[in-house]
């Protein structure tokens, strides 16, 4: 029973997926959670305090002026005694209110006061759920790291189909599973990984970029949570789609990304997959530049900070390990070797990124880890694997290293 002895404080949110939230009350107890219970008004219009108590074996709470409860402050109580909060179905104006630190019911205040562990399960109208308001609260809530399991596509009451879907039972409990009980070569450490491009404006529509996609980054994102780490994963600008159980902070610069990354230490383990920008404006216009029928000034550019570098010489809150990575066109070994030495790093992850190979942009990739001992180069493989390889490699050094 993997969860034996955990305890769950189960928030069930008012939309229609409730009716999951009475079978999770089961799957978690399956696994030796003791599960208490609180309801949202919206929740007792699909399910009842007394469906849920008959199932969790416990009193269900739904009132923050509670005259039993409050006698010892319970909202406060229920905040701390329980090892995790699930919010499922997480709706979208549960989510908004968390987002904002609203307290009004009991459900938000208990979420506003407590310090647990909190995993959310999304559930909504695919509208709902895609609109800027309910992704800019869940970027606000990961950025707090508030955990996240779904949506799943899939049909919804209202006839349509697309995410927004609540995941299901099973996949809630062994995200539970996950966060309270973590197995895998890196369960329990912390892994901050960095990912994608940084745009430096040059005037409010126009920026100096690069050709990364953030693939690599995200995929190592995944196998690090897969192997047991709670991640943070500090993205530049991408297309693709936050990842449920890993805590995403969203940059633009390479400044801005400095700052997220110093915001998430300490951490044990720090990857630094994000293809930084080298250079910057220094004066980025505040107008749009136009054409004026003659030759463009040129651009007056600065250093950007080294991330890598930064991060590995500190003296203190260093991460134990620190992986680099060498995006080259040339002498990609012995450029990376150099870099091993110069950053301060413990591993470079080396490759290839001419524009032949298709390596920025596509899902394949070919790499070479260089350390102080020797260079191991693998096979052509998909980003998927380097990821799982990587963390695999990471593991085995945390291992063999002294503690």
Same mark, same amino acid.
């Given at each position: 029973m993997?969860l034996a002895?955990?305890?769950?404080?189960l !928030?069930?949110?008012g939309?229609?997926?409730?009716?999951?939230?009475?079978?999770?009350?089961?799957?978690?107890?399956?696994?030796? *959670?003791?599960v208490?219970?609180?309801?949202?008004?919206?929740a007792?219009?699909?399910v009842?305090p007394?469906?849920?108590?008959?199932?969790?074996?416990?009193? @269900?709470?739904t009132?923050?002026?509670?005259?039993?409860d409050e006698?010892?402050i319970?909202?406060?109580?229920?905040?701390?005694?329980a090892?995790?909060?699930?919010v499922?179905?997480?709706?979208?104006?549960?989510?908004a209110?968390m987002?904002?630190?609203?307290?009004?019911?009991?459900?938000?205040?208990v979420?506003l006061?407590?310090t647990?562990p909190?995993?959310?399960a999304p #559930?909504?109208?695919?509208?709902?759920w895609?609109?800027p308001a309910?992704q800019?609260?869940l970027a606000t809530l990961?950025?707090?790291g508030v955990?996240?399991? /779904?949506?799943?596509?899939?049909?919804?009451?209202?006839?349509e189909?697309?995410p927004g879907r609540?995941?299901?039972?099973?996949?809630?409990?062994d *995200?539970?599973r996950?966060v309270?009980a973590?197995?895998?070569?890196l369960?329990?450490r912390?892994?901050?990984i960095?990912s /994608?491009?940084?745009?430096?404006p040059i005037?409010?529509?126009?920026y100096? +970029?690069?050709?990364?996609s953030g693939?690599?980054?995200?995929?190592?994102?995944?196998?690090a949570?897969?192997?047991? +780490?709670?991640v943070t994963?500090?993205s530049g600008?991408?297309s693709?789609p936050?990842q449920?159980?890993?805590t995403?902070?969203?940059?633009e610069?390479?400044r801005?990304?400095?700052a997220? !990354?110093e915001? #998430?230490?300490?951490a044990?383990i720090g990857?630094?997959?994000?293809?930084? #920008?080298?250079?910057r404006?220094?004066h980025?216009g #505040?107008q749009?530049?136009k054409?004026?029928?003659?030759a463009?000034?040129p651009l @007056?550019?600065t250093e950007?900070?080294?991330i890598?570098?930064?991060?590995?010489?500190?003296t203190?809150g260093?991460p134990?390990? !620190?992986?680099?990575?060498?995006a080259e066109?040339?002498?990609v070994?012995?450029?990376a070797?150099?870099?091993?030495?110069r950053?301060?790093?413990?591993?470079?992850v080396?490759n290839?990124?001419?524009?032949?190979?298709g390596?920025m942009?596509g899902?394949?990739?070919?790499?070479?880890l260089? /350390?102080?001992?020797?260079?191991e180069?693998?096979?052509t493989?998909s980003k *998927?694997?380097?990821? @799982?390889?990587?963390?695999?490699a990471?593991?085995a050094?945390l291992?063999? @290293?002294?503690s």
């Amino acid at each position: 029973m993997v969860l034996a002895g955990k305890r769950v404080l189960l !928030v069930i949110g008012g939309g229609i997926a409730a009716y999951k939230a009475l079978d999770l009350i089961r799957r978690l107890r399956e696994r030796g *959670a003791s599960v208490r219970c609180i309801l949202t008004a919206g929740a007792q219009a699909f399910v009842t305090p007394l469906a849920a108590s008959a199932l969790s074996g416990q009193r @269900s709470h739904t009132d923050l002026f509670d005259r039993e409860d409050e006698a010892d402050i319970g909202h406060i109580r229920l905040a701390r005694d329980a090892d995790i909060v699930v919010v499922a179905p997480a709706t979208a104006n549960l989510m908004a209110r968390m987002a904002g630190g609203h307290a009004d019911d009991l459900a938000s205040t208990v979420l506003l006061a407590t310090t647990l562990p909190i995993l959310l399960a999304p #559930a909504m109208n695919v509208r709902m759920w895609q609109h800027p308001a309910t992704q800019r609260n869940l970027a606000t809530l990961q950025a707090d790291g508030v955990r996240v399991v /779904g949506p799943n596509d899939g049909a919804m009451a209202e006839a349509e189909t697309g995410p927004g879907r609540m995941a299901e039972p099973l996949e809630i409990a062994d *995200a539970v599973r996950q966060v309270l009980a973590p197995t895998g070569p890196l369960a329990g450490r912390h892994v901050l990984i960095t990912s /994608g491009p940084t745009h430096e404006p040059i005037d409010p529509v126009r920026y100096i +970029a690069n050709r990364s996609s953030g693939k690599q980054g995200h995929a190592i994102a995944r196998a690090a949570a897969a192997a047991g +780490a709670r991640v943070t994963l500090v993205s530049g600008p991408v297309s693709l789609p936050d990842q449920a159980g890993i805590t995403t902070v969203h940059v633009e610069s390479a400044r801005d990304m400095l700052a997220a !990354v110093e915001m #998430a230490l300490p951490a044990d383990i720090g990857i630094f997959a994000a293809a930084v #920008a080298d250079w910057r404006v220094v004066h980025a216009g #505040a107008q749009k530049m136009k054409k004026d029928g003659g030759a463009l000034q040129p651009l @007056s550019l600065t250093e950007n900070p080294d991330i890598l570098a930064t991060i590995a010489h500190r003296t203190q809150g260093r991460p134990e390990l !620190v992986v680099g990575f060498a995006a080259e066109t040339q002498n990609v070994i012995a450029n990376a070797k150099a870099k091993l030495a110069r950053k301060g790093c413990d591993l470079i992850v080396a490759n290839d990124v001419s524009a032949e190979g298709g390596v920025m942009g596509g899902d394949m990739n070919t790499v070479h880890l260089v /350390g102080p001992t020797g260079i191991e180069t693998w096979p052509t493989l998909s980003k *998927a694997e380097v990821a @799982s390889r990587l963390v695999s490699a990471v593991g085995a050094l945390l291992k063999s @290293s002294p503690s």
